[in-house]
């Protein structure tokens, strides 16, 4: 990365949104060459500072990338699902009232486990979801867990 790109994320999370086709040339337009993955599967940028969580859905892909640890997911609010069944998941006192609620959890849940390294597991969906913050992008929403203001970037 630049070194005005490093600034840019000083305490900052940057979301890369981009067409699954056009996802690797986003990630080099914003100065991520190469990424590598841990035992555990967690992608890391290697040789940097910086860290990287990846999320995909259908045909678009989203990557939060920080300073400090960070995790994001991405769901499509329109695609149906069956909240009832799955709601039950969840930490008793998280319950969706509506499809768009559900997505909102969904997407807090998976970025959690991305943010911790352990991906969605039981432990992780009856955890209460607490520090996530959501970003609205046409039929999509992307939670993202991590410290520092977020800044969208839409390729």
Do not use: C
């Not at 009832?84 to 959690?112: C, G, H, I, N, Q």
């Amino acid at each position: 990365m630049s070194a005005t790109e490093q600034n840019t994320l000083q305490d900052q999370i940057l979301v890369v949104f981009a067409d699954k086709s056009d996802f690797d040339q986003a990630l080099r337009s914003v100065g991520v060459e190469k990424v590598e993955r841990n035992e555990q599967g967690k992608p890391y940028i290697p040789d940097s500072p910086y860290f990287i969580s990846f999320s995909h859905k259908g045909e678009v892909s989203v990557a939060a990338i920080s300073d400090h640890e960070v995790g994001v997911d991405i769901e499509n609010v329109t695609a149906p699902r069956n909240i009832t069944r799955l709601s039950r998941l969840f930490d008793d006192s998280e319950v969706p009232e509506s499809l768009y609620d559900f997505y909102r959890l969904w997407t807090a849940k998976e970025a959690m486990g991305k943010y911790n390294g352990t991906g969605i597991n039981l432990a992780v969906l009856k955890q209460k979801t607490v520090d996530v913050r959501h970003l609205d992008y046409g039929d999509y929403i992307i939670g993202v867990v991590g410290k520092g203001d977020i800044s969208l970037k839409v390729f």
